[in-house]
């Protein structure tokens, strides 16, 4: 990567939002942590001049990849920019892994010379780097974040450099670098690893400015300051780009190191919180906190979520209790949720749950095709095609991993190898992963339609369906179910209800009892279930 000292002002890039934060709101509050942290915007603009001159100094240079594992912290956020402002590309981890897990992920980013990592993870990250450099890693130099409140020392293993120590050995008067071409990259981001293996999605300085704008767009920011809760992973997309719209608004950003209802609640009364978002796990969460932790809410809050969603109760709760929720729908790939669109309550129909609207995209096309002829489907509510995607808010490629990234972007498209249908209205109704799609009878069945209708069963807890295959090659749902603590069924019930609640063909012929594989972040691994049914495992 080419970079010049030189601010022209003609690149793109989201670090110009952290100068004009500086200029225009300096004063004004830009991280809360623990209550008692505070920083002005002038004091976080300049924390990460210095956090990118100590990085500079060590020798990071332009395209080198700093790896940095740690929860929502401020110094997760200064991270954001103190690393490209040194010219260099910042990769936050997935803090859910396990050491074997961090390891494939680590490979993929080789070589890289820095890992930040937070003081809750130091073990996890000392032995994944072990697992590497037995094979290849030259070890990286790993500089310790502790907690705000903890005696620093009494936590720096040997051979680590604390991260105040970094930012007091780096000069506030730094030159942020600015890369000469936008397409350059700012960061590489990991899917979940739903399907396999994660893929490190890389993101460019134009898509991150561009996508963080789009997100102010799409999420209604730009009609009073907005006060933004950390409850999505700043690892996940880069926090949906709301690490760099933050700044782009001057709004006040409250970190959370964990999530919890009683914390939701909390921030939203004490700081005024306005936004918050994330995986939607947060939807249950708020839905089965205990009186003790609610209260009313004192003024507007947005709640978006995206992923497969839980059942319909749920939703409605977190609107009965006076939340404004939206949802979304979108990948890692695509910087975030691409189409987001309101809830609306006490919806009786799971397919309401699916349809994402008449195309409320910002910047990207949106697009319902024929994989193969790339045709665009008809608006018949029917005819499956591939949700596809184009626009500057994508990656620009996986790290080390050309092959794929030519699949994704075959045709010109980004190819989301999810599937869906245009209803009249040409609203686009998400239906499934292409992988997860069932054709018993040859009939398209969407294993999340009978899985909403499975979770609606009073007695569980998460269910997953698969297509299992006879002896002649016809495929029939096979579903795995986990009861709710204490419930008792018998696979004849759970049929029963199928029976009651959807088509005779989308009803499971199978169902079997028992836990099912989720990856980091709670999704299925269905091709882990996949297996198990093919061998029969479960039987
Ligand atoms: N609202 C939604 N409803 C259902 N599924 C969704 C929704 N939004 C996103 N998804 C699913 O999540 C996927 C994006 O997730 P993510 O980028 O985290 O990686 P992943 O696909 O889970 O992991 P991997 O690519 O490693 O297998 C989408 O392609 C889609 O299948």
Redesign the pocket.
């Known amino acids: 990567m080419e970079v010049s000292n030189m601010r022209d002002g003609e690149v793109e890039t989201p670090m110009s939002f952290l100068e004009g934060a500086a200029r225009t709101f300096g004063d004004k509050i830009s991280i809360i942590y623990n209550h008692h942290h505070r920083f002005s915007w002038r004091q976080t603009h300049q924390r990460c001049l210095k956090l990118a001159s100590a990085l500079a100094m060590l020798g990071i240079s332009p395209n080198d990849v700093v790896a940095a594992l740690a929860p929502n912290t401020p110094a997760m956020y200064e991270l954001h920019f103190g690393v490209p402002m040194a010219g260099a590309i910042l990769s936050a981890l997935n803090t859910k892994l396990d050491a074997s897990a961090l390891a494939q992920i680590l490979e993929q980013l080789e070589p890289f010379k820095v890992i930040f990592v937070d003081y809750q993870f130091i073990d996890s990250t000392l032995k994944a780097c072990e697992m590497v450099s037995q094979k290849t890693l030259k070890p990286p130099l790993i500089i310790l974040i502790p907690d705000y409140d903890q005696e620093p020392s009494f936590l720096v293993p040997q051979g680590t450099l604390h991260y105040n120590e970094l930012l007091a050995m780096g000069q506030e008067d730094f030159k942020a670098l600015t890369p000469s071409n936008e397409s350059d990259p700012i960061s590489v981001n ?10 490190g999605a890389i993101y460019s300085h134009k898509g991150a400015y561009l996508n963080s704008l789009a997100t102010i767009a799409r999420f209604n920011m730009k009609q009073k300051m907005p006060v933004f809760l950390w409850t999505v992973d700043m690892f ?2 880069n926090g949906w780009c709301f690490t760099w719209a933050m700044a782009a608004l001057g709004g006040t950003n409250i970190c959370l190191r964990n999530v919890s209802a009683k914390g939701i609640y909390d921030a939203i009364h004490l700081y005024k919180v306005t936004h918050f978002c994330g995986a939607p796990f947060l939807l249950d969460l708020i839905a089965d906190a205990s009186p003790s932790d609610t209260r009313p809410l004192p003024h507007a809050v947005s709640v978006t979520v ?4 839980p059942p319909l109760q749920v939703l409605n709760k977190v609107v009965e209790l006076g939340f404004d929720l939206n ?7 695509a910087l975030g ?1 691409v189409i987001l669109r309101p809830w609306k309550p006490n919806s009786e129909d799971e397919f309401t749950k ?1 349809n ?1 609207g008449e195309n409320s995209e910002f910047i990207q096309e949106v697009d319902v095709k024929d994989p193969e002829t790339m045709k665009s489907t008809p608006h018949d509510g029917k005819t499956i095609g591939e949700i596809m995607f184009k626009g500057n808010t994508l990656m620009v490629g996986y790290a080390k991993n050309s092959q794929e990234t030519e699949k994704a972007f075959k045709g010109g498209w980004y190819r ?3 599937v869906g249908v245009r209803q009249i209205n040409g609203s686009i109704v ?1 239906k ?2 292409a992988k997860d799609i069932l054709y018993p009878k040859g009939e398209a069945v969407s294993s ?1 339609e009978v899985e909403a209708v499975l979770l609606n069963h009073p007695k569980v807890l998460k269910a997953a369906v698969v297509g299992r295959y006879d002896e002649c090659f016809v495929e029939s749902p096979f579903a795995v179910v986990k009861l709710k603590d204490g419930c008792s069924a018998t696979a004849e019930d759970i049929i029963q209800f199928c029976e009651d609640h959807m088509a005779t063909h989308m009803v499971p012929t199978s169902v079997m009892f028992g836990d099912l594989p989720v ?1 980091s ?1 709670g ?1 299925l691994q269905k091709f882990l279930i996949r297996e198990k049914v093919r061998t029969n495992k479960w039987e």
Do not use: H, Q, W
Request: charged residues 20%; hydrophobic residues 30%.
């Open positions: 990991f899917t979940s690893g739903s399907t396999g293996v994660p893929k996940r997309c995206a992923g497969v969603l949802i979304g729908y979108g990948m890692t790939e949720p699916l994402y989301t190898r999810d998400f499934d992963r999340i990856n972040t999704k």
